[in-house]
């Protein structure tokens, strides 16, 4: 008979979002999910066609390419967060800055949810700090060690 050594799911699972947290944890993570947010719609809602019935309306504005820029920018700025935390402030600065030239170019901010998305991610960015590691507490001495005498 031989022991089982293949890793469990529920080891794996555990592992992995423990490490995700870990990784979260180190930087700007809500900021940048934000800010990826609101990428999206700034880019989607310029090329979007509705129907109404019989009644197509377009919602493409002459400054559609800006839009566009406004989203991917947007979504590397996010990224940016994500991977680069040192550079946190000017990626949130940048954000709120596109959040802002994305009333005029791109439909109100893509109707306000990629604008308002954008303004609180940069914000978060700007505003996160790393945490200071803790002090190591020292090690106990237990009554039943040689060295607690």
């Known amino acids: 008979m031989s022991a089982d050594t293949r890793p469990r799911l529920f080891d794996t699972l555990g592992r992995t979002r423990s490490s995700f947290w870990d990784w979260r944890g180190r930087r700007p993570f809500w900021g940048g999910l934000l800010c990826i ?5 700034i880019m989607y809602i310029p090329y979007q066609t509705m129907t109404l019935g019989d009644l197509h309306i377009r919602l493409a504005t002459t400054a559609g390419a800006g839009s566009l820029i406004i989203g991917v920018l947007l979504i590397v700025l996010g990224l ?3 991977f680069q935390p040192q550079s946190r402030v000017f990626a949130g600065v940048a954000a709120i800055l596109l959040a802002l030239v994305s009333l005029v170019v791109s439909n109100f901010g893509a109707f306000l949810v990629g604008f308002l998305l954008a ?9 996160w700090m790393p945490g200071k590691p803790l002090p190591e ?5 237990t009554a039943g060690s040689p060295s607690a005498d």
Request: charged letters at 10%; proline letters at 9%.
């Open 37 to 41: 947010l609101a990428g999206v719609p």
């Open 137 to 141: 507490a020292p090690a106990e001495k």
């Open 119 to 127: 303004l609180v991610g940069g914000g978060l960015g700007v505003s």
């Open 80 to 82: 940016t967060m994500w």
